[in-house]
């Protein structure tokens, strides 16, 4: 029997302001019913490799004084790729500022800036070929502390939704071997760190095999 962790298998891809769309529409009239999590199935472990390269960026033009650029100013001391269930956080002194998330998905990373700063890092569950999480910006739409799934009626905590298709971060079993049907699975405490922290209408950015340094800028 297969089981899946993840989100609604449509796709929505926004990259350098073009969108793409795969399934029956982009944006629909009326929400769609919140589908995610379930169990998770075996993926080949191969294919899904952790790197070091842990900081994605997007690459475009700021329109508007709220998407200006800003400048990595620290990445967390982590030795070595982050493994499965691995995950850190360190806010202390860390002024207050814009929120932004990256994630790449081939690292398979979870990273959290504030001014600047990386806070937060993660490793995550991802979707597959069949399954993709989407590349682009999305903006968090809403958040729910005690969120359960439409579909398969499991408890999905700390949903951050990207995509009114079932596209989401939440808390999961991170494991090796494991795959989503396109969310981002983050391990339960780092799930919650990064609820209280982001708002409605910050943005997650999904990139693959895009790093940054100290010094280069981000744009959404």
């Given amino acids: 029997m297969l089981k899946w962790i993840g989100g609604a298998s449509a796709a929505i891809a926004l990259a350098l302001g073009i969108a793409v769309a795969s399934g029956d529409r982009l944006f629909p009239a009326t929400e769609a019913p919140f589908s995610d999590q379930a169990e998770a199935i075996p993926v080949d472990p191969a294919k899904v490799p952790l790197t070091d390269e842990?900081?994605?960026?997007?690459?475009?033009?700021?329109?508007?004084?709220?998407?200006?650029?800003?400048?990595?100013?620290?990445?967390?001391?982590?030795?070595?790729?982050i493994k499965y269930g691995e995950w850190h956080w360190d806010d202390k002194d860390v002024p207050p500022g814009p929120l932004v998330v990256t994630v790449d998905?081939?690292?398979?990373v979870i990273s959290v800036f504030r001014d600047g700063y990386?806070?937060?890092?993660?490793?995550?569950?991802?979707?597959?070929?069949?399954?993709?999480?989407?590349?682009?910006?999305?903006?968090i739409l809403e958040k729910k502390r005690h969120n359960v799934s439409t579909i398969y009626d499991v408890p999905m905590p700390y949903t951050m939704r990207l995509t009114w298709d079932?596209?989401?971060?939440?808390?999961?079993?991170?494991?090796?071997?494991?795959a989503s049907h396109g969310c981002i699975g983050t391990?339960?405490?780092?799930?919650?760190k990064l609820f209280a922290a982001i708002e409605t209408g910050d943005k997650v950015i999904i990139t693959r095999g895009k790093t940054l340094a100290l010094g280069d800028a981000i744009v959404s």
């Fill in 187 to 192: 391990p339960e405490e780092f799930a919650a």
């Fill in 105 to 108: 998905l081939e690292a398979r």
């Fill in 166 to 178: 079932g596209i989401a971060i939440h808390a999961s079993e991170v494991e090796n071997g494991y």
């Fill in 54 to 81: 842990r900081v994605p960026d997007q690459v475009g033009q700021a329109t508007d004084p709220a998407d200006a650029p800003f400048v990595i100013k620290r990445i967390l001391p982590i030795n070595g790729p």
């Fill in 118 to 139: 990386e806070i937060g890092a993660a490793a995550v569950l991802l979707g597959t070929q069949e399954h993709p999480t989407p590349l682009g910006t999305f903006p």
